[in-house]
């Protein structure tokens, strides 16, 4: 990623339409009850999110969500995202996402994505993929990952994905309770793991578990910054500034207005360059953070 020419980095943002496979309708209740929460129906393609953040200079991470066992519903393949990395590697890095279920199958893919497709992290969603972080069946791929000491985001907190439907879609809220994660921290310490979003109505567990381990980041995605709460803005301003990102969510919230509102939230003016870019940087270990004698991916098949 070319860090030097970017004004921020985006540390969560997911594709939501595949341009490979044809629209899976299977639980596509799940979406429009999603619209209806984020008053959103934006689903950009890979090519027009691609023109969106080169436009704004802004770096980005891009995942999906591999939830087939818990919905039924076929994933965007993995192989999508991190082709457009690989060709795209100068605004762009391709997170994976492995439904937890896989179990060692899963890990091999894991495996594979890394190897062979320069995926650089991996994401989960503990409320929509139907597990607690700290069940033991996803233990094959948390020790893949943190063989290659990549970092790995779960989704905290509240989720607009099954609200308002009858038993909220099935989803568990309380499967992402960030207090979940400090079996996985203490069990893979060389995985850094990020708390994704506000971790409402947990937040001040995740600032907790942030401040007792330092394996643990958090992104500061999904909510626009004006209705952050207080203790999240003190925190990130003192003793987890190094470890707090920019995150939007896109396309659900776009970095244009997440920007425009973190402006104005009462995040101190020194602090600003760490969230917006220069932690991103350490975690994902590019730019000066870059391991010597690193490797380029490999070429796009």
Not at 36 to 63: H, I, N, Q
Not at 183 to 212: C, K, N, R
């Amino acid at each position: 990623m070319n860090t030097d020419d970017l004004i921020a980095i985006d540390t969560h943002t997911h594709l939501e339409v595949s341009c490979w496979n044809p629209f899976d309708s299977y639980g596509e209740e799940y979406d429009r009850a999603a619209d209806k929460y984020f008053r959103s129906s934006r689903r950009p393609t890979m090519d027009e999110t691609l023109a969106y953040y080169r436009e704004r200079k802004v770096g980005f991470v891009m995942f999906s969500v591999d939830a087939e066992a818990q919905l039924g519903r076929r994933r965007i393949p993995n192989e999508e995202i991190a082709e457009a990395a690989q060709k795209n590697p100068d605004i762009m890095i391709a997170f994976g996402s492995v439904d937890p279920h896989k179990g060692k199958m899963g890990a091999r893919e894991v495996r594979r994505l890394i190897e062979e497709h320069g995926v650089k992290g991996f994401k989960f969603h503990p409320t929509v993929q139907g597990f607690e972080p700290a069940d033991k069946m996803a233990w094959p791929l948390y020790e893949v990952i943190a063989e290659y000491q990549l970092p790995a985001i779960f989704h905290s907190g509240h989720s607009g994905i099954g609200s308002g439907m009858r038993c909220g879609g099935g989803l568990r809220l309380q499967n992402s309770n960030p207090m979940l994660l400090e079996d996985v921290a203490i069990a893979f310490p060389d995985m850094q793991i990020v708390v994704a979003h506000p971790s409402w109505p947990w937040q001040d567990e995740a600032i907790s578990l942030a401040m007792h381990k330092p394996n643990i980041w958090i992104d500061l995605s999904g909510w626009s910054p004006k209705y952050f709460p207080a203790q999240l803005i003190q925190y990130a301003n003192t003793l987890l500034k190094d470890r707090m990102l920019f995150g939007s969510d896109f396309p659900l919230i776009t970095p244009d207005r997440w920007m425009k509102d973190y402006e104005e939230a009462g995040f101190r003016p020194e602090v600003k360059p760490l969230i917006q870019k220069d932690n991103a940087m350490r975690l994902l270990k590019i730019g000066p953070y870059a391991p010597k004698g690193e490797t380029a991916p490999p070429a796009a098949a």
